[in-house]
């Protein structure tokens, strides 16, 4: 069974450019997470869908970030425009959302915003 | 926020030592995880321990849960090189459904 996948990998833009990342969870996973990783550091989760609806978006920077999951599969993260600070990476995870299960995460997006 | 916090921040270790890595954290919680994530590469589980549970084992790992101290450990014993990652605590405060909260992690490396 395939994993959790992300595309790009890897990903490099000037400053102002938009940027959009792709995720497709397991199959049969309906909960969705996107969570930014600064180097050094953990995970931190920007949005948290289930099905096709965010339940969880209180930490995604709404004035430049943006993130879809329409048919409640694959999701789209969005930044528009990037900034310096956006450089890390981009971890994409699903679960089966039902009480104590584990996540799932994909390779992840390496952003460098020059 | 980072709820959790790991100590030691980077451990260093010959093949063959056991490695001890905690966790402390600050709210009450349904689960507490621990993940390892090798460089460049996402997160794998390794083990979640609910807050009834006091200890658990799962191969060469052996977590514990003190909720009154608010602090876990993660024990790899018999290490190996292919050990060598980062190893992150990663709290459930959301009533079980999986909102997590992870630390800064530990840096393990194991040394031939």
């Known amino acids: 069974e395939a994993g959790v996948v992300q595309s790009p990998r890897y990903k490099i833009i000037e400053k102002k450019q938009p940027v959009a990342f792709w995720c497709n969870p397991i199959s049969g996973h309906n909960t969705l997470y996107w969570y930014l990783q600064n180097l050094g550091q953990g995970p931190e989760l920007l949005i948290r869908y289930e099905n096709e609806e965010a339940v969880d978006d209180s930490q995604l920077p709404k004035d430049r970030f943006s993130a879809e999951r329409l048919k409640g599969v694959d999701s789209t993260l969005k930044i528009q425009p990037a900034e310096l600070g956006d450089s890390a990476v981009y971890l994409c995870?699903?679960?089966?959302?039902?009480?104590?299960?584990?996540?799932?995460f994909g390779p992840g997006t390496r952003l460098t915003v020059l | 926020s980072q709820q959790g916090e790991e100590d030691p921040q980077a451990l260093s270790i010959q093949e063959g030592e056991n490695a001890t890595m905690n966790c402390s954290y600050k709210t009450s919680i349904n689960n507490l995880q621990w993940y390892r994530q090798n460089s460049g590469r996402g997160l794998v589980h390794l083990i979640l321990?609910?807050?009834?549970?006091r200890e658990k084992h799962s191969g060469r790992l052996r977590v514990t849960l003190d909720t009154s101290k608010k602090s876990s450990s993660l024990l790899i014993t018999a290490s190996r090189a292919a050990d060598t990652a980062s190893y992150f605590c990663a709290t459930d405060t959301s009533g079980g459904y999986n909102k997590l909260i992870f630390g800064a992690g530990t840096r393990l490396a194991v040394h031939p």
């Open positions: 995870a699903s679960s089966l959302g039902r009480r104590d299960n584990e996540q799932f």
């Open positions: 321990i609910r807050s009834n549970e």
